[in-house]
């Protein structure tokens, strides 16, 4: 079983809409929870970190389940530059630091 | 603004020849991180360093070293470089202070080996 899963993708949705992904992730001691996202060719952004109490920026809403080991980020009224691959990474024990990334979904936003 | 700074965006080697990558980070930070990318399987991580001199191996260490004889400065090296190897590695820094976990990634080395 992978450490952090994710749905590939890609979730293809028109300008405005409502989209939530979902991950999950193996090692019930982790500690710490975010989302980044990337664009196509380029590195990985730090988006937002995901708080057990669940948080909100913007449009976008992380939640964060430790009971079912589970993290989501929804995004509300897409934008065509919300096209990217957003990324589930865990923190798991063990210290440096060491996060531990899922393979990603991709979201497609048309207008 | 805080910038990890990696030498090539792009780089084509031949099989067998010995390539260096570096990373280099302004934000005195402690932990550094080598990772490759790869359609399908997300980022991997190869080797970190917590501190200079120091380092761990990660999840694929095999056909890679790395050296950090400085705090701001990480290198990764694959000492013989094969076709398995092409891939987009990225490099990344973060703090030990808690409470500020997030990676601040470069922009990426996307290496092809021939």
């Known amino acids: 079983r992978k450490e952090v899963e994710q749905d590939p993708g890609p979730f293809n949705v028109p300008e405005g809409a409502t989209v939530a992904f979902n991950c999950t992730y193996s090692?019930?001691?982790?500690?710490?929870f975010f989302w980044y996202r990337q664009d196509c060719r380029k590195e990985p952004k730090l988006l937002m970190s995901?708080?057990?109490s669940g948080n909100e920026d913007g449009r976008f809403t992380a939640q964060l389940n430790r009971a079912s080991q589970y993290i989501s980020l929804l995004i509300r009224d897409s934008k065509l530059s919300d096209s990217a691959t957003y990324l589930c990474?865990?923190?798991?024990?063990?210290?440096?630091?060491?996060?531990?990334f899922g393979a990603g979904t991709r979201l497609a936003v048309h207008p | 603004d805080v910038k990890v700074t990696q030498s090539s965006r792009y780089l084509v080697k031949r099989t067998g020849e010995k390539v260096f990558l570096e990373c280099v980070q302004d934000m005195d930070h402690e932990n550094m991180f080598w990772y490759r990318q790869d359609p399908g399987l997300g980022l991997r991580l190869i080797y970190f360093s917590y501190d200079v001199k120091m380092k761990e191996k990660g999840d694929i260490p095999e056909g890679y070293s790395v050296s950090r004889e400085k705090k701001e400065r990480f290198s990764l090296i694959l000492e013989s470089a094969s076709t398995n190897q092409t891939s987009m590695y990225l490099c990344a820094s973060s703090s030990t202070d808690r409470g500020n976990y997030g990676y601040t990634f470069g922009s990426g080395t996307r290496l092809t080996v021939v």
């Open positions: 995901v708080y057990s």
């Open positions: 090692n019930s001691a982790s500690q710490s």
């Open positions: 990474v865990v923190n798991p024990p063990g210290g440096y630091n060491k996060l531990i």
